[in-house]
T-cell receptor, first 118, second 112 residues
């Protein structure tokens, strides 16, 4: 099974500043998808951003962007102009490409709790 | 609005009892999943189903059972064989070839 590692259990950032959350993964596959999910205090999981491994260009969604380093198996999330509403638990997730048996499930990291300081 | 509904939001179980968590979706998604979330352990897969009347064990299926009699519904039963059932349970779904999950709002199960 693939493993996803988030080495920062907790992070904090000043409002309006930038923060980067780290994620590394272990796989022997060449085609897969990577995701960042946000879980606010309501505990509703919300998709933040996704990246297809075959794309060299880093994905961007408004203030959220990723730094995808395929060779290093690294997938960090950068949050720019941090807002109070960004405070949440953030999970990195891996999924194999469709058609691969393990592509039926996601593998999640243990999460990073982000605090935004006013 | 389309989405996934999990009920109840909070559930209390006495030791030795079976309880069933409900998960209903109106998104017409083929695949449905049950995850368990514990502090410091991320999400772990319990069971998943890709089509009606078919389901597969995930990484931590022991002590749990599921059914998939309708496309819209994927209930999870926590049996008395599950020795440590207190956790937050999340149901998710996705269309056949889409990339991401849609999650429900979860059920918090506590053994009393």
């Amino acid at each position: 099974a693939q493993t996803v590692t988030q080495s920062q259990p907790e992070m904090s950032v000043q409002e309006a500043e930038t923060v980067t959350l780290s994620c590394t993964y272990d796989t022997s596959e060449s085609d897969y998808y990577l995701f960042w999910y946000k879980q606010p205090p309501s505990r509703q999981m919300i998709l933040v951003i996704r990246q297809e491994a075959y794309k060299q260009q880093n994905a961007t969604e408004n203030r959220f962007s990723v730094n995808f380093q395929k060779a290093a198996k690294s997938f960090s999330l950068k949050i720019s102009d941090s807002q109070l509403g960004d405070a949440a638990m953030y999970f990195c997730a891996y999924r194999s490409a469709p058609g691969v048996k393990s592509g039926n499930q996601f593998y999640f990291g243990t999460g990073t709790s982000l605090t935004v300081i006013p | 609005d389309g989405g996934i509904t999990q009920s109840p939001k909070y559930l209390f179980r006495k030791e030795g009892q079976n309880v069933t968590l409900s998960c209903e979706q109106n998104l017409n998604h083929d695949a449905m999943y049950w995850y368990r979330q514990d502090p410091g352990q991320g999400l772990r897969l319990i069971y998943y189903s890709q089509i009606v009347n078919d389901f597969q064990k995930g990484d931590i299926a022991e002590g749990y059972s599921v059914s998939r009699e309708k496309k819209e519904s994927f209930p999870l039963t926590v049996t008395s064989a599950q020795k440590n059932p207190t956790a937050f349970y999340l149901c998710a779904s996705r269309p056949g070839q889409a990339y991401g999950y849609t999650f429900g709002s979860g059920t918090r199960l506590t053994v009393v």
